[in-house]
């Protein structure tokens, strides 16, 4: 069974930048697919980004051009780089892969204005 383990997540001003890792473990990680998603207080989850096991990318429109996805097979470990954050972005960030249905614990981004 996967365990996904988020870390990265914290405090930043309006502006600034954050990177997001997520380490996999007790699996294969190079052939599968990995996301991002994000919940905000109230609101419903929502995926932030994606990669394919290729490295093709897909993001959501509120984060295109700010934020990049990119995978290390050799660490089996997914990133997320945050820049120009926003307010908006402030939300539990979740690790998460499709195939087995897996999700990481989430860690917060907070970005204050």
């Known amino acids: 069974q996967v365990q996904l383990v988020e870390s990265g997540g914290g405090l930043v001003q309006a502006g600034g930048s954050l990177r997001l890792s997520c380490a996999a473990s007790?699996?294969?990680?190079?052939?599968?697919?990995m996301a991002w998603y994000r919940q905000a207080p109230g609101k419903q989850r929502e995926l932030v980004a994606s990669?394919?096991?290729?490295?093709?990318?897909n993001y959501d429109d509120s984060v295109k051009g700010r934020f990049t996805i990119s995978r290390d097979n050799a660490k089996s470990t997914v990133y997320l780089q945050m820049n120009s954050l926003k307010p908006e972005d402030t939300a539990v960030y979740y690790c998460?892969?499709?195939?087995?249905?897996?999700w990481g614990q989430g860690t917060q981004v907070t970005v204050s204005s």
């Open positions: 998460y892969r499709p195939w087995g249905n897996s």
């Open positions: 007790g699996s294969i990680f190079s052939s599968k697919a």
């Open positions: 990669i394919t096991a290729g490295g093709s990318t």
